[in-house]
């Protein structure tokens, strides 16, 4: 891996210092492209208005009309945490407005993902009135085919990238079909909700519908928002800066949902100092626990519920359910790892994309291991675990139903669902069902197809891929003058809103290794030396020994032991510096 430095204009750098940006800041904030300070205001006033994502207004008006008629409402979530989140803030929203709601998490082992016309059946067992899709149903042309042909309506609220064909729903809403200009494609399924609920209040207030109750306060629902946009790691634009910095303070001022701050809570984190860091690698983990190993209905629960006992007795069943996640992905891990180095020793070249299957794989995890093993070798890398029967319940059910269902993780510059839609081309039949982002998608297929589809897939890889695709580059701020190496700068760093295409800053400078020593059984612990000053470093999950002198890519943070705090670098990347 190269690692290289992030350029930006010494212009935008100097305009930002001279606005009162802190010297630090500007830099980190010019080389993400921000020319001025008025870029970083959170106001949610600068927030995109409802108006210009097309159809809000039609699906405003036809949940306006279900209220005032008192239909009844059904929302149909999807399994991870974005989908969670937008159900919770659908439920509290729409009864905040008036409305008759209920939600349906489909369980995924046996009906799998979207609005398919089986979870419709199971769906109509509660005669809903509409069906309401969060985080799910752009695909799902059968489902609503058959919830037409049952006379219920539905509303599609996604931001999945569509196929050629869209299902005839009463509403679509989401910025990325055909047609609609709504600037910020990044809206998580949760930011699609908050907009749809943001154009319902102003349909209802229109109509007079509040009276002289006072209206809802969507504005203490950012805390939903930002957890589900952080944790669905989506490109953080301005837009979506600005839903995660609302969600962030009303955290950080105590006003967030009880749910939410007992995830954080559980993992030991204080709620009122919370970060965009501990949305996606503490809170989001623990809520995707829940639909990666049981029912996400638990996860939809816990930020319902308004009850602090009953959210933190929910929190602890979604911490054992991630403890028991990680001990799987452990075990999976550790044999995915072994099969590709079992095919780095038989191929003479790198393949442009790989597939992994072993028949113990648990479903809910694959989409780990494929992140892991992306990482590892730089290629785009599905993995895929026996689908459940759909006869039986549960992740474990058996016999095995002869499916396959994957999860891909995909590099820069390669857009995977773009590379499976033209699988799917070129092998009428051979994948079931796929849908997904440039980065992420999930698929289906027989199981007696696997090897036909690996070879396609690495095929259509191999066209699609650019050479810069497979060149893997680590971009950094940077060398840091160690006079930034205190805890106030650590914090200043925390406060600030990083994620996806907006990346938490990254330092790199080279360093003598005083001493390395293995703590944990896991982790590196070193004693780093930059002009003359010794620092405190880690390199946590690698064992691999470090040389006398590196060039090392590095995050600042705090270590606290027995009550007092420190400066620590975190050392996620190295190569050998030259000798002096």
């Known amino acids: 891996m190269r690692i290289v430095e992030r350029s930006y204009a010494e212009r935008d750098r100097e305009a930002l210092i001279a606005a009162g940006v802190h010297p630090l800041l500007a830099r980190l904030y010019a080389a993400r492209r921000i020319r001025s300070k008025a870029e970083l205001d959170p106001a949610p006033e600068r927030l995109i208005p409802p108006a210009r994502l097309t159809h809000a207004g039609d699906a405003a008006r036809l949940l ?26 659908g439920v509290r ?23 398919s016309p089986e979870l419709v059946e199971l769906a109509a067992q509660r005669a809903p009135d509409l069906l309401i899709t969060v985080d799910n149903g752009i695909a799902s042309i059968e489902g609503v085919a058959r919830a037409n042909e049952l006379g219920i309506a539905t509303l599609i609220t996604d931001h999945h990238l569509p196929g050629e064909a869209l299902p005839r729903a009463a509403a679509i809403v989401n910025p990325n079909q055909p047609g609609c200009g709504f600037p910020s494609k990044a809206l998580a399924g949760v930011g699609v909700m908050f907009y749809v609920m943001l154009a319902l209040r102003a349909e209802l207030r229109a109509r007079g519908a509040f009276g002289e ?9 950012t805390d939903l928002v930002a957890l589900g946009t952080v944790a669905d790691v989506v490109p953080l634009d301005a837009n979506n800066r600005i839903l995660v910095a609302q969600g962030l303070k009303r955290l950080r001022a105590g006003k967030a949902q009880a749910g939410v701050k007992a995830l954080l809570r559980i993992a030991g984190r204080d709620p009122r100092q919370a970060t965009s860091f501990d949305l996606g690698f503490i809170a989001g983990p623990r809520l995707n626990a829940a639909g990666r190993l049981a029912d996400m209905s638990l996860g939809v629960e816990c930020l319902v519920t308004d009850d602090e006992a009953r959210a933190a007795n929910i929190a602890q069943q979604l911490e054992q359910l991630n403890r028991e996640r990680r001990a799987i992905e452990s075990g999976m891990l550790e044999q995915a790892r072994a099969a590709a180095e079992a095919l780095a020793a038989q191929d003479a070249e790198p393949r442009a994309a790989y597939s992994f299957f072993e028949a113990g794989w648990h479903q809910g995890v694959v989409g780990i291991v494929a992140s ?11 993995c895929f675990a026996p689908a459940a029967d759909p006869t039986n319940a549960g992740a474990n059910a058996g016999p095995n139903s002869g499916l396959l269902r994957g999860s891909g993780r995909s590099v820069a510059g390669f857009h995977l669902r773009d590379c499976l839609d ?18 992420a998608a999930g698929l289906t297929l027989r199981e007696a197809d696997l090897e036909r589809f690996a070879a396609c897939f690495e095929r259509a890889a191999a066209e699609l891929a650019t050479p810069e695709a497979f060149n893997p580059v680590l971009e950094t701020d940077g060398a840091l003058d160690s006079a930034y190496y205190t805890i106030d700068v650590v914090r200043m ?3 600030q809103i990083w994620g996806q295409a907006f990346p938490q800053p990254l330092f790199c400078d080279t360093f003598e290794v005083e001493t390395q020593r293995v703590v944990g059984e896991r982790h590196l612990k070193l004693r780093l030396v930059k002009d003359g000053r010794r620092i405190e470093a880690m390199r946590f999950g690698a064992l691999d020994p470090l040389p006398a002198r590196v060039r090392a890519a590095y995050r600042l943070s705090i270590n606290e032991f027995n009550g007092l705090k420190s400066v620590q670098l975190n050392v996620e990347h190295f190569e050998p510096a030259a000798p002096r």
């Open 422 to 439: 033209l699988v799917s081309k070129r092998a009428p039949g051979l994948i079931l069902r796929f849908g997904g982002h440039a980065q």
């Open 93 to 115: 929203a729409l009864r905040a407005m008036g409305a008759r709601v209920e939600y349906l998490v489909p369980d995924r082992f046996v009906l799998g993902y979207g609005l």
């Open 213 to 221: 109750r006072p209206e809802p306060n969507l504005a203490a629902l």
């Open 372 to 382: 892991r093993l992306r990482e590892r070798l730089h290629r785009p890398v599905i």
């Open 64 to 89: 306006a009309d279900s209220i005032a008629a008192q239909k009844k409402l059904l929302i149909v979530a999807d399994y991870d945490a974005d989908g969670a989140t937008a159900c919770a803030l």
């Open 493 to 495: 760093l925390d406060e």
